[in-house]
């Protein structure tokens, strides 16, 4: 008999059933295909990954904020911009428009937040957003209630306001109530770091799986959260029922709709589980067929905006689209490339690593993420020119151990070396003493990179000599594209090879083996 408490007019007041409306609409939105949103993105430059260009011209005015309220909410230099285009943008989950973001940082973290909160801005100027300014605050650990404090989180509902903002984004995750004791206080939409990215992979998703794993790390976040719009609105539900008569207990109709959309999001979650395990038996089915082949296989990672998919295309000519944004890339890209000594290799494009990449979608990305974890070498690229590299080395290592890949070999390529100076590119190599440093823009260093992963491929396990009749020539250009050749010479009888190679190459030069 939860319901039967009086009405509190205050629960049903106009800015909440606002946005209890807007939740149960999202439930629906969510749960329509992806194919209906429309592909057109107004804001696709992530602006906040630009560097002095656009840092530095904030034109909000920090004048109407004394100096004390200055310094409680600290303004993050870089993120406050004019107002310059208000043009809506319809998204399948979300519309990110004129947001200000919130931090909290602890003692002796500033910095760190201070990237996290650029980066946060990166990430929803991606999504389409306007970022029109960003705080922090400190404080030793965020409030278990509003995030942030209290008293804080009026002055920012001052600062959307004076910016003319309509969402605020939290850089966390944030729990159901935080969510709505924030928006409660701020009146204007609260969402969190997860959603943001949540809603970039799902704009960004193109095959069916990619697109499936993406609904379904949605699906897994929006379960939880439903409880907290359910209880709002059968709190409004107890309302009427409550200045109806008598108390009919706790099946008010918004809770029933709330039982009725967990039952379609159940339901949506198995069908999407079983159609992206569909998926496996021909991803499985590629990769063995790889390893039968003892093609070897190089996974080219690493944390997202670091120029993965532009050293992709500068080693092999791949043409995969390459962006300034984040998570440019969802969909493994595999290219064929050889050794200098014509052995076959692939090379495989990955989706980019970010801090705090929603567990949802790491469970959801596994099986993407395996083939990472299945690769013979793993090429871990790090921007040379990103504030922290070693944060973000370590958000990349973290999340391939948590797939199983800590145990494969790894090339660190400080990538965008063009960007960084000499001293850089001192304080990276104490870093990582074996990084190779490249630049994918000019070229440099690729050549040395090339030999670096070839001489990290593994050799094909059976050594064999062999003496090849001229008229099998065939079997000559398979131990140079899948094998390693380590003598040949022309006999009487036919080419005689010394060489490492597969089983099923082995099998083949059988009959020609001599001792
Ligand atoms: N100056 C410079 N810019 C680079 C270099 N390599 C990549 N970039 C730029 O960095 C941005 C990101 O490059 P991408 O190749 O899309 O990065 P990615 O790692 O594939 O990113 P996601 O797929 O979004 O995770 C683009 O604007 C590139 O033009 C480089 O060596 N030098
Ligand atoms: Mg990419």
């Known amino acids: 008999m939860t319901d039967t408490t009086t009405p509190d007019p205050s629960s049903a007041n106009d800015d909440e059933v606002v946005i209890d409306s807007a939740a149960s609409d999202l439930v629906d939105r969510v749960l329509a295909r992806a194919e209906s949103r429309t592909g057109a993105r107004v804001f696709g430059t992530a602006q906040a990954l ?12 920090g004048e109407q904020w004394d100096r004390e309220e200055r310094a409680s909410l600290r303004r993050v230099p870089g ?5 310059e285009d208000v043009t809506e943008v319809e998204y399948r989950q979300l519309r990110l428009e004129n947001v200000v973001l919130i931090g909290v940082y602890s003692q002796g973290s500033l910095e760190d937040a201070e990237n996290s909160l650029r980066e946060l801005a990166a990430l929803a100027e991606t999504a ?3 970022v029109l300014d960003g705080v922090l605050q400190r404080r030793p650990h965020p409030d278990p209630a509003t995030y942030i404090g209290r008293g804080k989180a009026d002055e920012l509902k001052g600062i959307v306001a004076a910016v003319g903002a309509d969402t605020v984004i939290a850089d966390t995750e944030l729990a159901p109530s935080q969510r709505r004791a924030l928006e409660d206080v701020i009146k204007v939409k609260v969402i969190d770091r997860t959603t943001v990215i949540l809603d970039i992979f799902s704009q960004h998703a193109k095959s069916r799986e990619g697109k499936a794993q993406v609904e379904l790390a949605q699906l897994e976040y929006l379960l939880p959260r439903l409880r907290g ?5 059968s709190r409004q539900a107890g309302g009427q029922v409550g200045a109806g008569g008598a108390g009919m207990g706790s099946r008010g109709p918004g809770e029933t709709k709330i039982e009725l959309d967990r039952r ?6 198995a069908q999407l589980r079983k159609q992206i395990a569909g998926f496996k038996p021909a991803r499985e089915a590629k990769r063995s067929e790889r390893k039968r082949n003892t093609i070897p296989s190089v996974a080219i990672a690493g944390y997202t905006n670091a120029g993965k998919s532009s050293l992709l295309n500068k080693l092999t000519s791949a043409g995969v689209l390459v962006e300034n944004a984040l998570f440019a890339t969802l969909d493994s ?3 064929r490339t050889e050794t200098a000594d014509g052995r076959t290799y692939t090379l495989a494009d990955t989706v980019g690593f970010v801090r705090n990449l929603p567990h949802q979608l790491v469970e959801a990305f596994r099986s993407t993420l395996e083939e990472v974890a299945d690769a013979d070498v793993i090429v871990h690229v790090v921007d040379a020119h990103h504030p922290d590299p070693a944060s973000q080395i370590q958000t990349v290592r973290d999340v391939m151990g948590d797939v199983g890949a800590r145990d494969i070999r790894e090339i660190i390529v400080f990538n965008k070396s063009d960007l960084v100076d000499d ?8 870093l990582e003493p074996k990084a190779v440093f490249v630049s994918s823009r000019t070229g440099e260093g690729i050549e040395e990179l090339r030999d670096v992963i070839e001489a990290a491929l593994p050799l094909p396990e059976i050594e064999i000599r062999a003496l090849v009749p001229y008229d099998r020539g065939e079997l000559i250009s398979q131990i140079h594209e899948q094998g390693h050749l380590l003598t040949r010479s022309h006999e009487e009888g036919g080419t005689l090879i010394h060489a490492h190679v597969s089983e099923r190459l082995a099998a083949a030069l059988e009959p020609y083996k001599v001792a």
């Open 50 to 61: 630009q560097d002095a260009g656009t840092i530095g011209d904030g034109s909000a005015d």
């Open 79 to 83: 993120l406050s911009t004019e107002l």
């Open 128 to 130: 389409g957003a306007v």
């Open 229 to 233: 719009w359910g209880e709002s609105m």
């Open 264 to 269: 379609r999001i159940r339901t949506k979650m």
């Open 333 to 335: 890209t595999v290219r």
């Open 423 to 430: 001293d850089t590119k001192m304080v990276l190599r104490g």
